[in-house]
């Protein structure tokens, strides 16, 4: 069955990065574009970072544009997002998503907090 497993999260200073990664299995990785989402307390889930299966195309959310950067090893079934500057706003449980065959799965999500 499809598992996405995401690790990396933690509580980090304003100004700081993290690194987030998700373990992907159970489909063919390698063939199908990759979603990073957030959801922060008491807001709706926001699409953050888009990449296509390949790895030769991205997309971001304007509040991350120049601070994230997603990433895929198709070799390791593995996606990335690499967050710098993060600020207190960037607090929210990040979640690896995958559309296939018109259903979305998710991650379980890691919580990521931006705080002094």
């Known amino acids: 069955q499809v598992q996405l497993v995401e690790s990396g999260g933690g509580l980090v200073q304003p100004g700081g990065s993290l690194r987030l990664s998700c373990a992907a299995s159970?489909?063919?990785?390698?063939?199908?574009?990759m979603n990073w989402y957030r959801q922060a307390p008491g807001k709706e889930r926001e699409l953050v970072a888009v990449i296509t299966s390949a790895g030769g195309r991205t997309n971001y959310a304007d509040s991350v544009k120049g601070r994230f950067t997603i990433s895929r090893d198709n070799a390791k079934n593995t996606e990335y997002l690499q967050m710098i500057s993060l600020k207190p706003e960037d607090t929210a449980v990040y979640y690896c998503n995958a559309r296939l065959w018109g259903v979305d799965y998710w991650g379980q999500g890691t919580q990521v907090t931006v705080s002094s």
């Open positions: 159970g489909f063919t990785f390698r063939s199908y574009g």
